[in-house]
């Protein structure tokens, strides 16, 4: 088959990996196939990973046969990755298209989290990311999204395992809702990957009909916001998109987003020298957070040339957090994860740069 026709025909044909188990079941029973099929395959797809319908050994040849004509399944593929000093791991994927995106994975004690990204660059424009210099260049498909799990975990040496996953990577979630809540479907269908929901993040910077959608699908996963500043005019600076939907609209939706017992959202504060560090930011915050049940994630502002801030000196950061402490207010020093491989927080983008070559995790 010639590169042309391949482009034509996934164009033409569905990605089985796209569609949620209900999605699946309706296509297959539209192919005339029991409903049951549908669970076969999904269990192919996700749980052991195959791509390819010759090797889906309990489904009838005359189904496979089926499936070869009318469907297809793309994969992500790890292309490099790059080890930080830290034990981070940052990875480069390839997309089915040739687009590449970026991801990392951060171990700690007890777990081990996948960073993953929605969208190939970002369209959002906050000043202190640096994936926002990409622009945006297309949204991930579900395939894509839930497909990094498949990939990442591919790289891990023989006993680990992917605990929790944060969509904290390369875009903006909420801006590809569709997209990002299919994903999520499968990531936590028993017959898909089944994660507990309690396991996954999804970070937005603010998109307000975002987060009511996320709050009706019932999905049940944690919501991190990325506030970073405390009043309309300087997050309209930060953020644009604070433009359309402004900090009383914001945290009004986040008031209303339910949340389980004994859970709290969590909101992202970055750190900017003589920007919003200082103690009237801090007490504004508290303020601003006052009967929401959640916790605060200081990080300390991830320097690049691109970027027109600098971060605050640690005794400046732990002064904003005692403040916050002393209000009741739950706060956290993020400290920094993969910053010698540009890994950490705000720092993903797909420019190119050397990588090592592709190896097991240990």
């Known amino acids: 088959m010639t590169a042309v026709s391949s482009e034509m025909r996934a164009v033409q044909v569905p990605d089985l990996r796209d569609f949620t188990l209900p999605e699946l079941t309706e296509w297959m029973?539209?192919?005339?196939?029991?409903?049951?099929?549908?669970?076969?395959?999904?269990r192919w797809l996700w749980r052991r990973q195959v791509g390819e319908f010759r090797e889906m050994t309990d489904l009838p040849m005359t189904c496979r046969q089926v499936l070869e004509a009318h469907a297809r399944v793309s994969t992500v593929a790890v292309v490099a990755i790059q080890s930080s000093q830290?034990?981070?791991?940052?990875?480069?994927?390839?997309?089915?298209?040739?687009e590449r995106i970026e991801a990392v994975l951060i171990p700690e004690a007890r777990r081990l989290t996948a960073c993953i990204s929605s969208q190939v660059g970002c369209a959002l424009g906050c000043r202190f990311c640096l994936t926002a210099t990409m622009g945006l260049h297309r949204n991930l498909r579900p395939a894509e999204i839930a497909g990094q799990l498949v990939a990442?975990?591919?790289?891990?040496?023989?006993?680990?395992?992917?605990?929790?996953?944060?969509?904290?990577?390369?875009?903006?979630?909420?801006?590809?809702?569709?997209?990002?809540?299919?994903?999520?479907?499968?990531?936590?269908?028993?017959?898909?990957?089944?994660?507990?929901?309690?396991?996954?993040?999804?970070?937005?910077?603010?998109?307000?009909?975002?987060?009511?959608?996320?709050?009706r699908s019932g999905l049940g996963v944690s919501l991190a916001v990325s506030l970073?500043?405390?009043?309309?005019?300087?997050r309209d600076r930060l953020v644009p998109i604070n433009r359309r939907y402004p900090l009383r609209e914001l945290l009004q939706a986040c008031r209303d987003f339910p949340l389980p017992p004994r859970r709290?959202?969590?909101?992202?504060?970055?750190?900017?020298?003589?920007?919003?560090?200082g103690s009237e930011d801090a007490h504004r915050l508290v303020k601003l957070l006052k009967g929401i049940r959640c916790k605060v994630?200081?990080?300390?502002?991830?320097?690049?040339?691109?970027?027109?801030?600098?971060?605050?000196?640690?005794?400046?950061?732990?002064?904003?957090?005692?403040?916050?402490?002393?209000?009741?207010?739950?706060?956290?020093?993020?400290?920094?994860?993969?910053?010698?491989?540009?890994?950490?927080c705000g720092m993903l983008a797909t420019a190119e740069r050397p990588l090592d070559s592709v190896c097991s995790v240990p």
């Open 264 to 277: 709290r959202m969590t909101f992202e504060y970055v750190l900017m020298a003589g920007i919003n560090d």
């Open 297 to 344: 994630n200081l990080i300390p502002l991830n320097e690049a040339p691109e970027i027109p801030f600098r971060r605050p000196s640690r005794q400046q950061v732990e002064a904003f957090q005692k403040i916050l402490e002393r209000a009741g207010t739950i706060a956290t020093i993020r400290e920094s994860r993969g910053e010698d491989i540009s890994a950490a």
């Open 228 to 234: 970073t500043a405390t009043t309309d005019e300087l």
């Open 152 to 215: 990442l975990g591919k790289t891990l040496g023989s006993g680990n395992h992917i605990t929790h996953i944060v969509l904290m990577g390369m875009g903006e979630p909420l801006a590809n809702y569709t997209a990002t809540e299919k994903a999520l479907r499968i990531l936590i269908a028993r017959e898909g990957l089944a994660f507990s929901p309690r396991r996954i993040t999804v970070s937005t910077v603010g998109l307000v009909p975002g987060i009511r959608g996320l709050a």
């Open 86 to 98: 830290d034990g981070t791991h940052k990875l480069l994927l390839e997309l089915p298209d040739g």
């Open 29 to 42: 029973t539209g192919l005339g196939e029991p409903p049951y099929r549908a669970g076969q395959i999904f």
